[in-house]
């Protein structure tokens, strides 16, 4: 009698495991589908725009008086250095699609990537 209890927890266990494998196939899907490649790093101190660099063009930029040093190369954003004390910006890695943040909260700066359109704004290269 047990063996036959066994085997339906055994059954109804697999299902369950497989339904979950299914959800995650799909949600993965349906966010990877979604997914867009920026154009623009936008840096933002304190919640006010400061500076714009195209993810196109390469280069080393010092943020927020040099308090964090971004980093644009082959289309991805990242920052390599960084004065704060945990350096979570800095192990947050690199960043290009649409949405995607940087973010670092001691020094009250964030880099997020945007759509490459520019909307009227100038860029600054350089």
């Known amino acids: 009698m047990k063996q036959a ?12 495991i497989v339904g979950l494998l299914l959800l995650a196939a799909v949600l993965w ?3 990877s589908i ?5 154009g ?8 006010v ?11 080393v930029f010092p943020l927020n008086g040099g308090s964090n040093i971004l980093v644009i ?3 991805q ?15 947050q890695g690199k960043i290009h699609y649409t949405g995607q943040v940087i973010t670092c909260l ?12 520019s909307n009227g704004v100038d860029f600054t290269v350089g």
């Open 40 to 47: 623009v790093a936008v840096v933002r101190v304190d919640g």
């Open 73 to 75: 190369e082959d289309g």
């Open 106 to 117: 001691p020094n009250r700066l964030t880099v997020t990537v945007e759509s490459g359109e």
């Open 5 to 16: 209890s066994a085997g339906k927890t055994l059954r109804a266990d697999l299902i369950v």
């Open 29 to 31: 899907l349906v966010l």
């Open 34 to 38: 979604g997914r867009e490649e920026g």
């Open 77 to 91: 954003a990242w920052l390599s250095e960084a004065n704060c004390p945990d350096l979570l910006c800095v192990k």
């Open 49 to 59: 725009e400061t500076e714009r660099h195209l993810l196109s063009v390469d280069g």
